[in-house]
């Protein structure tokens, strides 16, 4: 995510390689999706500069919204602010970042309403 005015806004996509050397704000060091940012980072000899820290995606958007930098974060998140936030989205085309998560659970017949809803609602979103 990058403010709709940022130069590389007009990109069909980006690599980490071609935004390495911008502002970036992020998740706290704690969460998965820093430690991995910061690991393909790392991998391309380069050290992400993180203006600010927060503690949520919301949080994350609105700060790239006040330019204050960019954001990685999944796109389905992301999309979610394109109405209401002045921002763009632009997919990473590195591999890495196309990753597959997977909900590990119990025979469905163990299941409550409620969580076998879940599971039926995102084994529909593949």
Not at 4 to 14: D, N
Not at 62 to 73: D, E, P, S
Request: hydrophobic content about 50%.
């Amino acid at each position: 995510m990058l403010p709709s005015q940022h130069p590389k806004a007009s990109a069909r996509q980006l690599s980490l390689q071609d935004i390495a050397g911008e502002t970036f704000v992020g998740l706290r060091e704690n969460s998965a999706l820093t430690q991995l940012l910061a690991a393909q980072a790392q991998e391309l000899g380069a050290t992400l500069a993180v203006k600010i820290r927060v503690a949520s995606l919301d949080a994350l958007c609105r700060m790239t919204h006040a330019g204050l930098g960019i954001a990685v974060m999944p796109q389905q998140v992301a999309e979610l602010y394109l109405q209401s936030l002045d921002v763009v989205v632009r997919p990473l085309s590195d591999e890495w970042a196309r990753r597959q998560l997977c909900i590990v659970f119990p025979d469905e017949s163990q299941l409550s309403a409620t969580a076998a809803t879940l599971v039926k609602f995102l084994a529909q979103q593949g």
